[in-house]
């Protein structure tokens, strides 16, 4: 799979629908409440989860996204999501899947976490908790307290081919110290929004 621009992969719905599914049954209240993507590329991850208009938030650093991402948070940001308020009680995020990213973009997480009490679900690579950058900057770092597996390869780039490489939901409650694996019962997303990842990254059907 080729480096797209900006690094830009548009969150798996497959995916999507699955965390959606285990939040409606693990924490279904944190659905009617804010959530805030700070890396959020056109949008599709808060989207796909359905949390209602009103409290979507997102930040997203390149400017080239802006127009697909207010269709979907109209109350968006360009700029850089490390540096700017967030202003919403949980996060969902697909940062970059450069270590040092997804390190500074956790780090960032868990620290908002602290102060809102809020969830953090993070779609990461399964090598990324053993990677230099946590161990370097990351030493802080509470491991998660759920390892989501999807039920099928994550397809980053919009094929429906399924990545190579493991990729995990990492999710974070505050006051929960164990970490639990648990493996995702299959997921079935709105057509329609997988008709948007695949048109989003150029992929034809």
């Known amino acids: 799979m080729g480096k797209r621009p900006d690094g830009f ?30 890396a959020a590329g056109y949008g599709g991850l808060v989207q796909g989860l359905r949390i209602l208009v009103a409290n979507r938030r997102a930040i997203e650093l390149h400017a080239r996204h802006r127009p697909e991402l207010l269709q979907r948070v109209p109350s968006a940001h360009i700029g850089d999501g490390l540096a700017l308020p967030w202003d919403a009680k949980h996060c969902a995020l697909n940062p ?48 998660p307290s759920h390892i989501l597996v999807p039920d099928r390869r994550v397809s980053c780039d919009g094929s429906g081919r399924g990545d190579m490489r493991a990729i995990d939901w990492l999710v974070w409650v505050l006051g929960e110290t164990e970490t639990r694996v648990e493996w ?16 989003l990254v150029g992929v034809v059907s």
């Not at 960032?108 to 370097?136: N, Y």
């Open 96 to 143: 970059d899947f450069n270590n040092k990213v997804m390190t500074a973009f956790v780090t960032r997480a868990l620290e908002h976490q602290q102060r809102t009490g809020g969830l953090v679900c993070c779609l990461a690579l399964a090598t990324w908790w053993h990677s230099d950058a946590v161990r370097v900057r990351g030493l802080g770092l509470r491991k």
């Open 9 to 38: 992969y548009p969150t798996d719905m497959y995916a999507v629908e699955a965390l959606y599914q285990w939040l409606l049954a693990m924490h279904p209240q944190s659905l009617r409440e804010t959530w805030i993507d700070p």
């Open 184 to 199: 995702l019962p299959p997921a079935a997303p709105d057509a329609r929004l997988v008709a948007e990842h695949r048109r």
